[in-house]
T-cell receptor, first 113, second 112 residues
Framework: SQTIHQWPATLVQPVGSPLSLECTVE??????LYWYRQAAGRGLQLLFY??????ISSEVPQNLSASRPQDRQFILSSKKLLLSDSGFYLC????????????FGNGTRLTVT | DQQVKQNSPSLSVQEGRISILNCDYT??????FLWYKKYPAEGPTFLIS?????DKNEDGRFTVFLNKSAKHLSLHIVPSQPGDSAVYFC???????????FGTGTRLKVLA
């Protein structure tokens, strides 16, 4: 069966520090991968998606970036965090674009101080 | 422009009764709809989905209804249990697109 791992679970970082969140999927090949963010009291906002290695599409201009160095690995990064980057970050995968469920990891709670 | 809306931020229901969660969408290209359940500090868990070629889909205690003319879907939970207390998100997508658009969620509280 397929599983998705996301780490760390919680992170407290000072403003201006770098960020690296990692996500890996097991049990499937060539998944579509996603990064979402949930800000306090709000819905899920799509940040990035990827349909293959090295293929990244950005939804929202910001100081975050994503990379997919391997088929089942998705990384969210920032060179310098802002206070507004605080939130709950979720990695997800799907099989078919727009036709199969997204399956989420357990998320990373990021607090920028 | 919010394409998927959940207008009720919260809902309280007595244990054993029916919970009905509602969702409206504006984009007529959406043809695949999903419901997720989310506990605090966890990722959303997929519950049930429906394609636009159907108007109803059931899975155990969960039933999703789709009214395409009204651009409305609902999730029925029968009977409601205290463990169902969580935030529920609806989501929509269009075939061949990458984007799953989520509503802002409805917090369901099932009272024992």
């Amino acid at each position: 069966s397929q599983t998705i791992h996301q780490w760390p679970a919680t992170l407290v970082q000072p403003v201006g520090s770098p960020l690296s969140l990692e996500c890996t999927v097991e049990g499937t090949s060539n998944p579509n991968l996603y990064w979402y963010r949930q800000a306090a009291g709000r819905g899920l906002q799509l940040l990035f998606y990827s349909v293959g290695i090295g293929q990244i599409s950005s939804e929202v201009p910001q100081n975050l970036s994503a990379s997919r160095p391997q088929d089942r690995q998705f990384i969210l990064s920032s060179k310098k965090l802002l206070l507004s980057d605080s939130g709950f970050y979720l990695c997800a995968w799907s099989v078919f674009l727009g036709r199969s469920p997204l399956h989420f990891g357990n998320g990373t709670r990021l607090t920028v101080t | 422009d919010q394409q998927v809306k959940q207008n009720s931020p919260s809902l309280s229901v007595q244990e054993g009764r029916i919970s009905i969660l509602n969702c409206d969408y504006t984009n007529s290209m959406f043809d695949y709809f999903l419901w997720y359940k989310k506990y605090p500090a966890e990722g959303p868990t997929f519950l049930i989905s429906i394609s636009s070629i159907k108007d109803k889909n059931e899975d155990g205690r969960f039933t999703v209804f789709l009214n395409k003319s009204a651009k409305h879907l609902s999730l029925h939970i029968v009977p409601s249990q205290p463990g169902d207390s969580a935030v529920y998100f609806c989501a929509a997508s269009a075939a061949g697109t990458y984007k799953y658009i989520f509503g802002t969620g409805t917090r369901l509280k099932v009272l024992a």
